[in-house]
């Protein structure tokens, strides 16, 4: 299994890793992956923090267990960073991808035993604009999709078009915004270090 | 040729469910079983399925009701979890002595207490001796191909006896990854109509049910309880190979995952099984010949046909995800070796329990299992033992 990526998503309970977790395992299966999507699952409550999991590969899966040396961390929340070893175990050799505002001194300062790849994306903003409300989940998806290359940039956006419009039968109202949201995030992800 | 589906292993049963349609569910819902009855009562809102849903209002009277439906000839299904399974304790010794083919699902979780709802076989190991056929799936697809083959083996007429489908709680019932699914009209078609020999509302030919039984008549009742649960080796064995010409996928009592040459072999249940397959292939990379054997079919247990599997080997590791507490060994170890002892088999073996209350078992654990048994000696110091246990061992 040389070609298994394996994320860790980090958030906190109603903030939706979980479910970008399992939106990003959908993409990579439609796209003809192999794939898991799966959350650890602790005493559940708005707030507390999470962790979940994603493996990806050309070839079928067989481990079952948690994820201890990704290659990319995805963070969903900032004020994690100083209470989460969030890079434990992250490979030098992929990155982390920080949902945040804080300048990148702080960041690297922060990360500073962590010597792989530091970015960042005011996932907020992006969620604000694009959708009127606090949805961090789908810029982050777009974010890591950017930094892991998982899939080109245009099947992840086919793709997701198509999971909206199923997921949202009821509400195409959202469609448009949450494909902006996308769309600003892939643009607006940026390299700190 | 199936369809390339993404579903979590709850999804999977209760669309193994959906697909078998049957006469009635009755559950209560219990974490992390939750979702199968959650889905499945869907499907019944939606009349995507014609069962009789029943609500019940505990455990105890969800498996009540099954006993009640599958006497009165109707196919009945229902799902649970540790302290739902402990809640029905009574009514499970009764849905086999009364020769009910229920299937359940059983989604494996810690019995409390202290409270705890992450994955172990604790519940699974306490009904071990309950006379339920117990089958394990590592993964979304084998919890899906086991659910679609259960009604075929319990409803048969040699064998009668009610059928558990086990698989790790959160681990894989609460996981997203690929499944190949069978299409509907082919599982309506190899799952067949439910045409009992004998039922309660069978006006023509009147039964009673659950009569008083004592010492003239239990004894030789209990023995044919035996009788069905050996016969169900076979049954469980063509009802797998008429399952293979539909999917292709083979099943047997147990999977030999590179046991032909193997010299190191690790015996394990569910979940793990996928570890310990990663484990040994990395293994198998650095020269050291490593294998799997993963038991499908717990109970009734093939002893002889594992005996057999093992002769080759140099050491045997046994892993039990449940402490029987017994000061002896955990229960898939016993089996094991009372199996190896009838084959005048005396392989060095250990036992080793593991992943209690969920704690995580990782491939480096698993390899550390093979790097013991690559120094254990003859006869073993301590085969009763620990692993991912924090502090003394």
Same mark, same amino acid.
């Given at each position: 299994?040389?070609?298994?990526?394996?994320?860790?998503?980090?958030?906190?309970?109603?903030? !939706?890793?979980?479910?970008?977790?399992?939106?990003?395992?959908?993409?990579?299966?439609? %796209?003809?992956?192999?794939?898991?999507?799966?959350?650890?699952?602790?005493?559940?409550?708005?707030?507390?923090? @999470?962790?979940?999991?994603?493996?990806?590969?050309?070839?079928?899966?067989?481990?079952?267990?948690?994820?201890?040396?990704?290659?990319?961390?995805?963070?969903?929340?900032?004020?994690?960073?100083?209470?989460?070893?969030?890079?434990?175990?992250?490979?030098?050799?992929?990155?982390?991808?920080?949902?945040?505002?804080?300048?990148?001194?702080?960041?690297?300062?922060?990360?500073?035993?962590?010597? &792989?790849?530091?970015?960042?994306?005011?996932?907020?903003? /992006?969620?604000?604009?694009?959708?009127?409300?606090?949805?961090?989940?789908?810029?982050?998806?777009?974010?890591?999709?950017?930094?892991?290359?998982?899939?080109?940039? =245009?099947?992840?956006?086919?793709?997701?078009?198509?999971?909206?419009?199923?997921?949202?039968?009821?509400?195409?109202?959202?469609?448009?915004?949450?494909?902006?949201?996308?769309?600003?995030? +892939?643009?607006?992800?940026?390299?700190?270090? | 040729?199936? /369809?390339?589906?993404?579903?979590?292993?709850?999804?999977?049963?209760?669309?193994?469910?959906?697909?078998? $349609?049957?006469?009635?569910?009755?559950?209560?819902?219990?974490?992390?079983?939750?979702?199968?009855?959650?889905?499945?009562?869907?499907?019944?809102?939606?009349?995507?399925?014609?069962?009789?849903?029943?609500?019940?209002?505990?455990?105890?009277?969800?498996?009540?009701?099954?006993?009640?439906?599958?006497?009165?000839?109707?196919?009945?299904?229902?799902?649970?979890?540790?302290? *739902?399974?402990?809640?029905?304790?009574?009514?499970?010794?009764?849905?086999?002595?009364?020769?009910?083919?229920?299937?359940?699902?059983?989604?494996?979780?810690?019995?409390?207490?202290?409270?705890?709802?992450?994955?172990?076989?604790?519940?699974?190991?306490?009904?071990?001796?309950?006379?339920?056929?117990?089958?394990?799936?590592?993964?979304?697809?084998?919890?899906?191909?086991?659910?679609?083959?259960? $009604?075929? @083996?319990?409803?048969?007429?040699?064998?009668?006896?009610?059928?558990?489908?086990?698989?790790?709680?959160?681990?894989?019932?609460?996981?997203? =990854?690929?499944?190949?699914?069978?299409?509907?009209?082919?599982?309506?078609?190899?799952?067949?109509?439910?045409?009992? =020999?004998?039922?309660?509302?069978?006006?023509?030919?009147?039964?009673?049910? !659950?009569?008083?039984?004592?010492?003239?008549?239990?004894?030789?009742?209990?023995?044919?309880?035996?009788?069905?649960?050996?016969?169900?080796?076979?049954?469980?064995?063509?009802?797998?190979?008429?399952?293979?010409?539909?999917? *292709?996928?083979?099943?047997?009592?147990?999977?030999?995952?590179?046991?032909?040459?193997?010299?190191?072999?690790?015996?394990?249940? $569910?979940?793990?099984?996928?570890?310990?397959?990663?484990?040994?292939?990395?293994?198998?990379?650095?020269?050291?010949?490593?294998?799997? +054997?993963?038991?499908?079919?717990?109970?009734?247990?093939?002893?002889?046909? @594992?005996?057999?599997?093992?002769? #080759?080997?140099?050491?045997?590791?046994?892993?039990?995800?449940?402490?029987?507490? $017994?000061?002896?060994?955990?229960?898939?170890?016993?089996?094991?070796?009372?199996?190896?002892?009838?084959? #005048?088999? %005396?392989?060095?073996?250990?036992?080793?329990?593991? &992943?209690?209350?969920?704690?995580?078992?990782?491939?480096?654990?698993?390899?550390?299992?093979?790097?013991?048994?690559?120094?254990?000696?003859?006869?073993?110091?301590?085969?009763?033992?620990?692993?991912?246990?924090?502090?003394?061992?």
């Amino acid at each position: 299994m040389d070609n298994l990526i394996e994320i860790r998503w980090h958030g906190r309970g109603g903030q !939706g890793a979980k479910t970008a977790s399992l939106l990003l395992a959908d993409a990579a299966f439609n %796209t003809g992956k192999y794939i898991q999507g799966f959350p650890e699952y602790g005493p559940e409550r708005m707030g507390a923090p @999470i962790t979940a999991y994603n493996r990806i590969s050309n070839t079928p899966i067989t481990i079952h267990s948690n994820i201890y040396e990704p290659d990319y961390v995805v963070v969903v929340d900032d004020t994690l960073l100083e209470s989460v070893n969030v890079a434990a175990g992250l490979k030098e050799t992929g990155a982390i991808v920080i949902n945040t505002t804080k300048d990148n001194e702080y960041l690297k300062n922060v990360l500073k035993d962590y010597k &792989g790849e530091i970015y960042k994306i005011d996932a907020r903003k /992006i969620s604000i604009e694009a959708l009127g409300k606090y949805f961090p989940n789908t810029p982050m998806l777009a974010a890591i999709v950017k930094v892991s290359k998982i899939m080109t940039e =245009e099947e992840f956006l086919n793709d997701m078009i198509g999971s909206f419009k199923h997921k949202f039968a009821k509400k195409p109202e959202v469609i448009d915004g949450n494909m902006k949201a996308l769309q600003m995030a +892939l643009e607006q992800v940026e390299k700190v270090n | 040729m199936g /369809i390339r589906e993404r579903l979590s292993g709850n999804e999977a049963v209760a669309t193994a469910m959906k697909q078998i $349609n049957p006469d009635v569910v009755a559950a209560f819902p219990i974490t992390p079983s939750t979702e199968i009855p959650q889905y499945f009562s869907t499907f019944v809102s939606n009349g995507q399925v014609d069962t009789n849903f029943v609500a019940v209002e505990s455990e105890h009277s969800a498996m009540s009701a099954c006993i009640g439906s599958e006497s009165a000839g109707a196919r009945t299904m229902t799902a649970t979890s540790a302290n *739902g399974l402990s809640l029905m304790w009574e009514m499970i010794y009764i849905a086999s002595s009364l020769r009910l083919p229920i299937v359940m699902s059983l989604v494996n979780r810690a019995v409390s207490g202290p409270l705890n709802i992450h994955n172990d076989h604790s519940d699974a190991m306490g009904a071990r001796d309950s006379g339920w056929i117990q089958l394990f799936s590592e993964n979304n697809q084998e919890a899906y191909d086991n659910t679609i083959m259960a $009604n075929r @083996i319990a409803e048969h007429k040699d064998v009668l006896l009610p059928l558990m489908v086990c698989q790790d709680g959160f681990i894989t019932s609460h996981s997203i =990854e690929n499944i190949e699914l069978i299409e509907d009209d082919k599982v309506k078609e190899f799952v067949g109509k439910y045409t009992p =020999e004998h039922y309660l509302l069978d006006s023509e030919n009147p039964m009673a049910v !659950g009569p008083l039984d004592l010492q003239a008549y239990l004894f030789e009742h209990k023995a044919q309880q035996a009788i069905a649960m050996k016969n169900a080796k076979k049954v469980i064995l063509e009802v797998a190979e008429e399952f293979e010409k539909m999917t *292709g996928r083979k099943y047997g009592l147990f999977e030999e995952y590179k046991l032909e040459d193997a010299e190191y072999v690790i015996v394990c249940m $569910n979940s793990t099984a996928g570890t310990a397959k990663a484990a040994a292939d990395e293994l198998r990379a650095n020269g050291v010949k490593a294998g799997v +054997l993963k038991v499908r079919v717990f109970r009734p247990f093939p002893g002889e046909e @594992i005996a057999k599997a093992l002769s #080759k080997a140099k050491a045997v590791a046994v892993l039990d995800k449940a402490d029987s507490l $017994n000061g002896q060994g955990g229960a898939l170890y016993e089996d094991v070796v009372s199996g190896m002892y009838n084959e #005048k088999l %005396t392989i060095p073996t250990i036992n080793y329990v593991y &992943g209690i209350g969920g704690r995580d078992t990782t491939v480096n654990d698993i390899k550390s299992v093979y790097s013991d048994l690559e120094k254990l000696e003859s006869k073993p110091e301590n085969p009763y033992r620990y692993l991912g246990l924090r502090g003394d061992k």
